[in-house]
């Protein structure tokens, strides 16, 4: 029995050395540098907080996510805003205005609140009835993952602390 663990030592510790030689400089490969696909589109935070603006209507393109309320309906354009729609009437739905909001692709309405998810951030904003101004009440930042933080090639870009990034821009 002692012959049998003395052998199988042997032939562990054998093994073990056998993957310290062999190795030497010609087998190292050398990769290109990677090349970015795309570059960010940076803006500053004070910037990024002062983007959100009620706009004229205009056409929907890459629709989201459908909310109601009361009589208004509110479609998600991927990552840009929300479409407002007065559905009063709702064999002839009009649209009245778009919101933008960079990086919004959720939100929820409680009583008179809609909290809408601004990239990183979280903002609550108040309506008038009419829908034709818009009110800031809150902004909690940097409780999101950014969206953006990835490019479509899924590598990553490190940036200072007062930017923002919004979106990417394909290098030709």
């Not at 052998?7 to 510790?13: A, E, K, N, P």
């Not at 290109?32 to 706009?55: G, M, V, W």
């Not at 309320?69 to 064999?91: A, S």
Request: charged share 20%.
């Amino acid at each position: 029995m002692k012959n049998i663990l003395t052998t199988v030592l042997i032939y562990i510790g054998l093994l073990s050395l056998s993957g310290c030689f062999g190795y030497s400089q010609d087998d190292d490969v050398t990769y290109p540098p990677y090349q970015n696909l795309y570059e960010p589109i940076l803006i500053t935070r004070a910037e990024f907080e002062s983007s959100i603006e009620l706009l004229p209507a205009r056409t929907i393109v890459n629709s989201g996510k459908i909310y109601v309320k009361d009589t208004f309906l509110f479609i998600n354009e991927v990552q840009e805003g929300f479409h407002i729609i007065n559905n009063t009437n709702p064999e002839n739905p009009e649209n009245i205005g778009f919101l933008k909001v960079i990086g919004s692709s959720d939100m929820s309405i409680k009583q008179n609140s809609i909290y809408i998810d601004n990239a990183s951030d979280l903002i609550a904003l108040k309506f008038t009835d009419l829908f034709d101004a818009i009110e800031i009440t809150k902004r909690i930042p940097n409780i999101f993952p950014n969206p953006f933080r990835a490019s479509p090639d899924f590598q990553q870009y490190y940036y200072e602390d007062d930017l923002i990034i919004i979106g990417w821009r394909l290098i030709n």
